[in-house]
């Protein structure tokens, strides 16, 4: 069955270091990935979108990578703040129900920006 | 513009009751969805809405029933509350061209369920 995994347990990171974030995927051909923001209470918002064709996309402080081969994008947070706390959710086009009646959410990573 | 609005933000029911949670969008957007999230479980599909006068299953529909008003508006019933019901609810919408084309999807801000 397909399965999207993201790293359950919380990442810590320091204020102004690299955060990297996993999300790894099976029995899946996305034809696109995308990462979300959750913030506690509040519902997801988007933030980047990678199609199976490009390697990376970056957007201000954000860089995506999406490796079909490995089956797995790297979400990455550079000059992190404690403002950039929150859950970050993978998001996968759903083959099974055609790629045109939603997606697939990952269960998230928490991240906590210490300063 | 206020995007995809929920109603009611938060609710307690009994088990056995009954309820409908509104959703509405000004995006003008074709396609419409309800998810729930609980802990350890992520964001599930209850069911979802391609067009107006359509609706589909989505991983989790039981228990649930939808209705697509009209191009805005998508609710969700439970018709019988049950425990396993406690949950939060979100709606949300995207544009959707069709076919395989990128699905980003706006989310309204929740509604927190408790059912007793």
């Known amino acids: 069955s397909q399965k999207i995994e993201q790293n359950s347990e919380a990442l810590n990171i320091q204020e102004g270091k690299t955060a990297t974030l996993t999300c790894n995927y099976t029995?899946?051909?996305?034809?696109?990935l995308q990462w979300y923001r959750q913030d506690p209470g509040r519902g997801p918002v988007f933030l980047l979108l990678?199609?199976?064709?490009?390697k990376e996309k970056r957007k201000e402080r954000l860089k995506v990578t999406f490796d079909t081969t490995l089956k797995q994008s790297l979400f990455h947070i550079t000059a992190s703040q404690p403002a950039d706390s929150a859950t970050y959710l993978c998001?996968?086009?759903?083959?099974?129900?055609?790629?045109?009646?939603?997606?697939?959410f990952g269960k998230g990573t928490h991240l906590i920006i210490q300063p | 513009n206020a995007g995809v609005t929920q109603t009611p933000k938060f609710q307690v029911l009994k088990t056995g009751q009954s309820m409908t949670l509104q959703c509405a969008q000004d995006?003008?957007?074709?396609?419409m969805y309800w998810y729930r999230q609980d802990p350890g479980m992520g964001l599930r599909l209850i069911y979802y809405?391609?067009?107006?006068?359509?609706?589909d299953k989505g991983e989790v529909p039981n228990g649930y029933n939808v209705s697509r008003l009209n191009k805005r508006e998508f609710s969700l019933r439970l018709e019988s509350a049950a425990p396993s019901q406690t949950s939060v609810y979100f709606c949300?919408?995207?544009?959707?061209?069709?076919?395989?084309?990128?699905?980003?999807?706006?989310f309204g801000p929740g509604t927190r369920l408790t059912v007793l």
């Open positions: 949300a919408s995207s544009e959707l061209r069709g076919g395989r084309a990128p699905d980003t999807q706006y």
């Open positions: 029995n899946y051909s996305p034809a696109y």
């Open positions: 990678i199609r199976e064709n490009e």
């Open positions: 998001a996968l086009d759903s083959v099974v129900r055609g790629g045109a009646d939603g997606l697939t």
């Open positions: 995006m003008n957007h074709n396609s």
């Open positions: 809405s391609a067009s107006e006068g359509t609706t």
